[in-house]
T-cell receptor
């Protein structure tokens, strides 16, 4: 399977702990995106990378959130000092190029985070 | 404020009925995409529309991009239980998503 993979699928953590999620995009895709989604709502944009460069970060993203893509391949999303409001599905997606028309998003199946 | 507003938020219909869902904005976009998401999975692309007034058909699904490229609609004919899911529109190189329409088709 050469789709986008995310690990872990589920994470339960206690408030105040740090968590890290991993995303492996489709290998030839140079853009990688992170989204947060709550039940029944559309995905909320968090950040995206072009190769290893982080091009944009949502203003909604607090400084407890950080994402990296050190070698332009896999990416990690870390949440420090988790809060109950961080409970959500975290989705990763990748795309081939710059033009959204020619390069749709391919999503992973997400990491569901529960903060107790 | 949401860049893209979708309506209705929830829709529950009987198998065989027709339906239309909407994606609206006050901004103009060069293209717009529709995705469908099933529970426990990521969204999957259905279609991309580019030209104002464009109509695209995908089997029983008909997509239209508004003339001014600010809005779009998705019409489903003779809905089937397999159409159940969250329908999302998205725009921009950052792929900003709308609020979503959750569709349930009852057998």
């Amino acid at each position: 399977d050469t789709g986008v993979s995310q690990d872990p699928r589920h994470k339960i953590t206690k408030r105040g702990q740090n968590v890290t999620f991993r995303c492996d995009p489709i290998s030839e895709h140079n853009r990688l995106y992170w989204y947060r989604q709550t039940l029944g709502q559309g995905p909320e944009f968090l950040t995206y990378f072009q190769n290893e460069a982080q091009l944009e970060k949502s203003r909604l993203l607090s400084d407890r959130f950080s994402a990296e893509r050190p070698k332009g391949s896999f990416s990690t999303l870390e949440i420090q000092r988790t809060e109950q409001g961080d409970s959500a599905m975290y989705l990763c997606a990748s795309s081939l190029g710059v033009d959204s028309y020619n390069s749709p998003l391919h999503f992973g199946n997400g990491t569901r985070l529960t903060v107790t | 404020t949401q860049l893209l507003e979708q309506s209705p938020q929830f829709l529950s219909i009987q198998e065989g009925e027709n339906l239309t869902v909407y994606c609206n904005s006050s901004s103009v976009f060069s293209s717009l995409q529709w995705y469908r998401q099933e529970p426990g999975e990521g969204p999957v692309l259905l279609v991309t529309v580019v030209t104002g007034g464009e109509v695209k058909k995908l089997k029983r699904l008909t997509f239209q991009f508004g003339d001014a490229r600010k809005d779009s609609s998705l019409h489903i004919t003779a809905a089937q239980p397999g159409d159940t899911g969250l329908y999302l529109c998205a725009v921009g190189n950052q792929f900003y998503f709308g609020t979503g329409t959750s569709l349930t088709v009852i057998p």
